[in-house]
């Protein structure tokens, strides 16, 4: 059986016989959709992809301390930027502002 290896909710890796279904890049903590072109454009020149990692949903890259990429996710960038905003620079405040405009 194929292993893929995902981040958690705490920011620590774990193997899953699911396949993650957002990625993200773990220097400057964003995920987003496999089919992101910034994302692509940078794997396909080589780079990125040794800090790339793996997510089996959203609410896990939230939880784990991401944003949403502003090119792959322009609404909820839009959120996200609102919710910092609101939050006054605490990253912690604004992932439970977020978290709430998203619904979850």
Not at 29 to 52: E, L, M, T
Request: charged share 30%; aromatic share 14%; hydrophobic share 30%.
């Amino acid at each position: 059986m194929k292993m893929y290896t995902l981040v958690g909710p705490d920011g620590k890796l774990y193997e899953s016989a699911r396949k993650g279904t957002f990625g993200g890049y773990k220097r400057e903590k964003i995920y987003g959709r496999f089919d992101c072109p910034s994302a692509n454009r940078a794997i396909a020149k080589g780079q990125y992809v040794q800090h790339r990692v793996f997510f089996a949903d959203e609410i896990t890259a939230i939880e784990a301390g991401y944003r949403p990429c502003g090119n792959c996710m322009k609404e909820r960038y839009s959120l996200w930027k609102q919710a910092e905003g609101q939050a006054s620079g605490d990253r912690k405040r604004a992932r439970e502002i977020y978290r709430s405009l998203c619904g979850y």
